[in-house]
Nanobody, 122 residues
Framework: QVQLVESGGGLVQTGGSLRLSCAFS????????MGWFRQAPGKDREFVGDISRWGDSIYYTDSVKGRFTISRDNAKNLVYLQLNSLKPEDTAVYYC???????????????WGQGTQVTVSS
């Protein structure tokens, strides 16, 4: 069973940066495509971006392109989400996800973390 544990959320001012981490366990990490989603209060969960098994293909939703960066370290079973130039509208719970298929295609995942809160103050 895949387990995902996010960390790195917090409170930051507009224009600031955070790096989220997601630790993967339970299966062979390099077999899984990894992604990030977010859910703001009162809104549906939103796809943020995903990264292929070997990190050679990365997809972002338009609202975060140029500001967020996804990366992975297959030796450490970790996936990262670097958040730069943060805006108040980026405030949400951020979830790590894993799936054998690319997440940008289906926008759903078989495995989810518990989420980490990111709050951007204006």
């Amino acid at each position: 069973q895949v387990q995902l544990v996010e960390s790195g959320g917090g409170l930051v001012q507009t224009g600031g940066s955070l790096r989220l981490s997601c630790a993967f366990s339970g299966r062979i990490f390099s077999n899984y495509n990894m992604g990030w989603f977010r859910q703001a209060p009162g809104k549906d969960r939103e796809f943020v971006g995903d990264i292929s098994r070997w990190g050679d293909s990365i997809y972002y939703t338009d609202s975060v392109k140029g500001r967020f960066t996804i990366s992975r370290d297959n030796a450490k079973n970790l996936v990262y989400l670097q958040l730069n130039s943060l805006k108040p509208e980026d405030t949400a719970v951020y979830y790590c996800a894993a799936d054998l298929q690319r997440l940008y295609l289906r926008r759903v995942a078989n495995y989810w973390g518990q989420g980490t809160q990111v709050t951007v103050s204006s």
